[in-house]
């Protein structure tokens, strides 16, 4: 018995927040939660601490700059 996955909602890149989740930035740009984190030690993609627990978000024109879209 196989699992099929659902595909990817389709979403607007300029109806997002602005301030995206790990697992928002991760499926825009179809790589790990895992990679975004390296990449946010590593300076690419830095991240704003929010909470207690310290819980990373992503501005979303960063995001866009990263995806190469013009952000007008």
Same mark, same amino acid.
């Not at 992503?58 to 007008?72: A, I, M, P, S």
């Given at each position: ?6 595909? *990817? ?16 930035? *991760? ?8 990679? +975004? ?9 830095? *991240? +704003?601490? +929010? ?22």
């Amino acid at each position: 018995m196989s699992v099929k996955s659902k595909p *990817a909602p389709r979403v607007s890149l300029h109806d997002l927040p602005d301030l995206l989740t790990i697992r928002e930035v *991760a499926g825009l740009l179809r790589v790990s939660s895992l990679t +975004i984190k390296r990449w946010g030690k590593k300076g690419k993609l830095p *991240a +704003i601490r +929010i909470n207690s627990r310290g819980d990373r978000r992503y501005k979303k024109e960063v995001v866009l700059r990263l995806l190469g879209v013009d952000n007008e």
